[in-house]
């Protein structure tokens, strides 16, 4: 079986299996120099339903996609095959502890759906407004 490699860049965050590539710029004289297509990576902080909270990683728009399609940050932690080391999967045991001393306790855990969690992040409400 063939392991693709994956860049130390890429373990760290949610990158959904984007990573550096290269090819060439080609001018009008057809002459070829290499170059590097990066993928498109910033830092988000997205809610976890299950730990109630903020969590910041560095995601890629690719991965941010997918998490909207999978249906939220904790099914994409779970469901994903490209989370396999890194945040992602220090966040995913997070997750399972808090869901284990929930079932241990007697805990329901409590979907927010209706209302809305503390944001900090740029996908907030009101993040870029003034707080008066």
């Not at 290269?22 to 299950?50: A, H, I, M, Q």
């Not at 099914?75 to 284990?100: A, C, D, P, W």
Request: glycine share 8%; with cysteine.
């Amino acid at each position: 079986m063939q392991v693709r490699h994956r860049s130390n860049r890429s373990r760290r965050g949610l990158y959904d299996g984007a990573d550096k590539r290269f090819g060439n710029n080609v001018s009008f004289s057809k002459r070829r120099t290499r170059r590097s297509f990066e993928p498109n990576v910033f830092t988000k902080c997205l809610y976890s339903e299950v730990l109630e909270e903020m969590v910041r990683f560095k995601v890629t728009a690719k991965a941010l996609r997918s998490i909207d399609k999978i249906g939220g940050l904790d099914n994409y932690l779970f469901k994903s095959k490209h989370v396999t080391e890194g945040s992602g999967v220090r966040v995913r045991k997070r997750i399972e502890m808090r869901q284990s001393l929930d079932k241990k306790f007697g805990r329901e855990n409590v979907t927010l759906t209706n209302k809305i969690p503390n944001m900090r992040g740029y996908g907030s409400p009101g993040y870029h407004h003034a707080p008066w």
